[in-house]
C-alpha cells in the first residue's frame, strides 16, 4: 500500500464541533471551492459519501466506513480499479486546541502509481489544508 500523509493541522476549534462537521460529507461542500478544478471537480455528496471527479483517475466515490466520536471518520473508495482508504483523525490537545490528520492509503501497482502519485499528495495536502480553515463553529 502507498501512503499518502498530511502534515498534523491545528484547528482552534473544540474537536467535537470538529467531529459533527466532518462526521457528516455534506458538510465537506464547504472546502470544495478551495480545491483547484484541474485537479478534481464535480463533487457531490450526501450523508454517507462523497463523490467526484479526478484527472486521469475518473470518477471517484468514497463512503463513511467508520466514525469514532471525535476522533476518527475512516473512507472507503468505491469505482476504482484499486481500493483507497482515507483516515481523517482528530485529537483534543485543548478546549480549543484540535490537531487534524489526513491519511490517504491506496494500493497501487507500479504503473497507476506513476500516473497519480503527485495528484493524490496534493489532494490529501489541500484538503487537509481546507478542512483546517473552516468556521467549525459557525457551522
Same mark, same amino acid.
Given at each position: 500500500?502507498?501512503?499518502?500523509v498530511?502534515?498534523v493541522?491545528t484547528?482552534? /476549534?473544540?474537536?467535537?464541533?470538529? /467531529?459533527?462537521?466532518?462526521?457528516?460529507p455534506?458538510n465537506l461542500e464547504l472546502?470544495?471551492?478551495?480545491?483547484?478544478?484541474?485537479?478534481?471537480?464535480?463533487f457531490?455528496? $450526501?450523508?454517507?459519501?462523497?463523490?467526484f471527479?479526478? $484527472?486521469?483517475? #475518473?470518477? @471517484?466515490?468514497?463512503l463513511?466506513?467508520e466514525r469514532?466520536?471525535?476522533?476518527?471518520?475512516?473512507?472507503?473508495?468505491?469505482?476504482?480499479?484499486?481500493? @483507497?482508504?482515507l483516515?481523517?483523525?482528530?485529537?483534543?490537545?485543548?478546549?480549543?486546541?484540535?490537531?487534524?490528520?489526513m491519511?490517504?492509503?491506496a *494500493?497501487?501497482?507500479p504503473?497507476?502509481? #506513476?500516473m497519480?502519485?503527485k495528484?493524490?499528495?496534493?489532494?490529501v495536502d489541500?484538503?487537509?489544508?481546507?478542512?483546517?480553515?473552516?468556521? /467549525? *463553529?459557525r457551522?
Amino acid at each position: 500500500m502507498t501512503e499518502f500523509v498530511s502534515d498534523v493541522k491545528t484547528i482552534p /476549534y473544540n474537536d467535537a464541533d470538529v /467531529y459533527r462537521v466532518l462526521s457528516d460529507p455534506r458538510n465537506l461542500e464547504l472546502v470544495k471551492e478551495r480545491i483547484p478544478e484541474d485537479k478534481i471537480r464535480e463533487f457531490s455528496f $450526501d450523508e454517507e459519501s462523497i463523490s467526484f471527479l479526478v $484527472d486521469p483517475i #475518473g470518477k @471517484v466515490r468514497f463512503l463513511v466506513v467508520e466514525r469514532e466520536t471525535n476522533k476518527l471518520v475512516k473512507l472507503k473508495s468505491e469505482k476504482l480499479p484499486f481500493d @483507497v482508504f482515507l483516515w481523517i483523525q482528530l485529537v483534543s490537545k485543548a478546549e480549543k486546541d484540535t490537531r487534524l490528520r489526513m491519511t490517504l492509503q491506496a *494500493d497501487l501497482n507500479p504503473f497507476i502509481k #506513476g500516473m497519480v502519485e503527485k495528484t493524490m499528495k496534493e489532494a490529501v495536502d489541500k484538503i487537509s489544508d481546507a478542512l483546517a480553515e473552516l468556521p /467549525y *463553529d459557525r457551522l
